[in-house]
Antibody, heavy 119, light 108 residues
Framework: QVQLVQSGAELKKPGAPVRVSCKAS????????IHWVRQAPGQGLEWMGF????????KYVQKFQGRVTMTRDTSVSTAYMELDTLRSDDTAVFYC????????????WGQGTLVTVSS | SYVLTQPPSVSVAPGQTARLTCGGN??????VHWYQQKPGQAPVLVVY???DRPSGIPERFSGSKSGNTATLTISRVEAGDEADYYC???????????FGTGTKVTVL
């Protein structure tokens, strides 16, 4: 069965970077894009961008451009999202999600990783 | 940027029908997808491509679209349907994925 398993919760100081991993199993990792979605406490879902695991190509939302880097390691079927220069308002749950079928929706999601930014 | 608007909350009695709306400019030409998110959990896809259901999603969940509004209908509502629901589209103009503002469904 398809599974996306994310790394554990992180506590970071302002200005530090964070890297969240997303390990895929149960399907061919390079056949489906991996997207990242942010959800601040009590707020809605915010799309951040995606990576094509086959080519490594990426697309980021302008808001995160320059601060976010999405990468992958096909040898371990894992995608990574690194967010630099963290601020307190980056405190959120970060989800990875697989783009399904026609690539316009997300058919499987990771369990989420809570990133807390606090001094 | 493209905006999807949802009512903040909907309340419904058990056994009744809940209709959740999602409005957006020219939404009629876009494929609309719906997610259910229970507290502390990841979102789950419940309807894709306007009206298709993934395997394992009950038939009580159905999607439709008319004009500039998409609708998720939950028939015979159960206590376990209490959750936040988000609509989502891919905006071809910006090549961005957009989520609606979300609707909290409360089962009375």
């Amino acid at each position: 069965q398809v599974q996306l398993v994310q790394s554990g919760a992180e506590l970071k100081k302002p200005g530090a970077p964070v890297r969240v991993s997303c390990k895929a199993s149960g399907y061919t990792f390079t056949a489906y894009y991996i997207h990242w979605v942010r959800q601040a406490p009590g707020q809605g879902l915010e799309w951040m961008g995606f990576i094509n695991p086959n080519s490594g190509g990426t697309k980021y939302v302008q808001k995160f451009q320059g601060r976010v880097t999405m990468t992958r390691d096909t040898s371990v079927s894992t995608a990574y999202m690194e967010l630099d220069t963290l601020r307190s308002d980056d405190t959120a749950v970060f989800y990875c999600a697989r783009a399904g079928g026609g690539y316009t929706f997300f058919d499987f999601w990771g369990q989420g990783t809570l990133v807390t930014v606090s001094s | 940027s493209y905006v999807l608007t949802q009512p903040p909350s909907v309340s419904v009695a058990p056994g009744q029908t809940a209709r959740l709306t999602c409005g957006g400019n020219n939404i009629g030409i876009k494929s609309v997808h719906w997610y259910q998110q229970k507290p502390g959990q990841a979102p789950v896809l419940v309807v894709y491509d306007d009206s298709d259901r993934p395997s394992g999603i009950p038939e009580r969940f159905s999607g439709s679209k008319s004009g500039n509004t998409a609708t998720l209908t939950i028939s015979r509502v159960e206590a376990g349907d209490e959750a936040d629901y988000y609509c989502q589209v891919w905006d071809s103009r910006s090549d961005h994925y957009v989520f609606g503002t979300g609707t909290k469904v409360t089962v009375l």
